[in-house]
């Protein structure tokens, strides 16, 4: 059975104090890994798209890495406004169309 | 801006009245799926349609239905809600193809009194 798992549950920086998120996968023939941004009563916002282990994608201060068995979601310098829940969600052989969703990281950044 | 857009974004409904939830899409992609999500919690995927081709999902209750009459519009009819089912109701759509990130609406919260 494919499965995505998430940590740190839950995550405080202060503003400018980098750091990281793991998204951790077991599932065969990887689609595509993605991940989210989802703010309280929104929907996700998606970010990136990592296909292959090596690949990199980068946008603002955040930063996605992905390996053969994991994917990183780096955060450099964040601010206040990157506080957010954070979802990963793998496509896989198994499910066709469908999403695999991890259970998220919320991170709080601290003025 | 191309688009997913779900209303209302708040909906009441009293304990056992049906109560119906829509979705719209401007970006013409052929999949859309409902997701339930609960505080906290990762969303939960309902259903899906590929064209008008119907998925469910093997432990989305009875008590949930879906409609897509064309491409650019989809339904969630819960017939008979329960406190259960107070809940953030999302609705996303892809293109077709194993790599295709899913877009998101901003979702429709549903109380249940």
């Known amino acids: 059975e494919d499965q995505v798992t998430q940590s740190p549950e839950a995550l405080r920086l202060q503003e400018g104090e980098s750091s990281s998120l793991n998204c951790s996968y077991t599932v065969s023939g990887l689609r595509g890994l993605f991940w989210y941004r989802q703010d309280p009563g929104k929907g996700p916002e998606f970010l990136f798209t990592?296909?292959?282990a090596g690949e990199e994608k980068e946008k603002e201060r955040l930063k996605a890495t992905l390996t053969k068995k994991e994917s990183f979601l780096h955060i450099t310098a964040p601010k206040p406004e990157d506080s957010a829940t954070y979802l990963c969600a793998v496509r896989t052989d198994n499910y066709g169309q469908n999403f695999v969703f991890g259970p998220g990281t919320r991170l709080s950044v601290l003025p | 801006d191309a688009m997913v857009i779900q209303n209302p974004r708040y909906q009441v409904t009293q304990f056992g009245k049906p109560v119906t939830l829509s979705c719209s899409q401007t970006?013409?992609?052929?999949?859309m799926y409902w997701y339930q999500q609960k505080s906290s919690q990762a969303p939960k995927l309902l259903f899906h349609y590929y064209d008008k081709d119907f998925n469910n999902e093997a432990d989305t209750p009875d008590n949930f239905q879906s409609r897509r009459p064309n491409t650019s519009f989809c339904f969630l009819d819960i017939r008979s809600p329960g406190l259960g089912d107070a809940a953030m109701y999302l609705c996303?759509?892809?293109?077709?193809?194993?790599?295709?990130?899913?877009?998101f609406g901003d979702g429709t919260r549903l109380s249940i009194l």
């Open positions: 990592l296909y292959s």
């Open positions: 970006l013409n992609h052929n999949v």
């Open positions: 996303a759509t892809s293109r077709q193809g194993g790599g295709q990130p899913q877009h």
